[in-house]
């Protein structure tokens, strides 16, 4: 998602439309873009997070499970082969399969449940890091790629898109 040139109109307006529900669920899309900031000046990541969660004056971002550094690691690379072959899984034969695969199977089951300080600002959302297609195919869910690794720029394209009609 974060080629969002690459992708097709149908996508993009898909993706554009999600983020946008996300934004107006956390308060609007400056406030969503604030929580992106944050997260990306944060060091070491905020996934990596022993208390499993991230807090911002705005609101907070909580999940489930610890999420240990080296899958954060193995993640961040799979996401590079993603863009290129439209899967997360390498080919079956590929000596880093097994690893990508416990991988996703570690955070398939992880919730991340974002939510404002302020309930008036809405009331928040919750989202998984995949999309399983099938047995063969994983992608990464579009509001969890948005939320910690995609550059703000591109989510701000994303939320600004404009579909054509």
């Not at 997360?88 to 974002?114: D, S």
Request: proline letters at 5%; glycine letters at 4%.
């Amino acid at each position: 998602m974060c080629d969002f040139n690459t992708l097709t109109e149908e996508e993009k307006k898909l993706h554009h439309e999600k983020l946008l529900q996300c934004a107006n669920n956390f308060g609007g899309i400056n406030f969503f873009l604030q929580l992106l900031e944050a997260i990306r000046e944060t060091k070491p990541h905020p996934l990596v997070s022993a208390n499993r969660e991230f807090n911002i004056e705005l609101g907070t971002v909580k999940w489930n499970k610890v999420i240990f550094n080296d899958k954060l690691q193995l993640l961040l690379k799979a996401r590079v082969n993603e863009s290129k072959q439209d899967n997360l899984l390498p080919e079956k034969e590929a000596k880093n399969y097994k690893k990508i695969l416990n991988v996703v199977r570690t955070l398939k089951p992880v919730v991340f449940h974002v939510k404002p300080t302020v309930k008036e600002d809405g009331p928040g959302f919750f989202f998984q890091p995949f999309d399983v297609i099938d047995e063969n195919t994983t992608k990464l869910n579009p509001v969890f790629d948005a939320l910690f690794f995609c550059s703000v720029a591109t989510v701000k394209k994303v939320l600004n898109y404009a579909p054509k009609t």
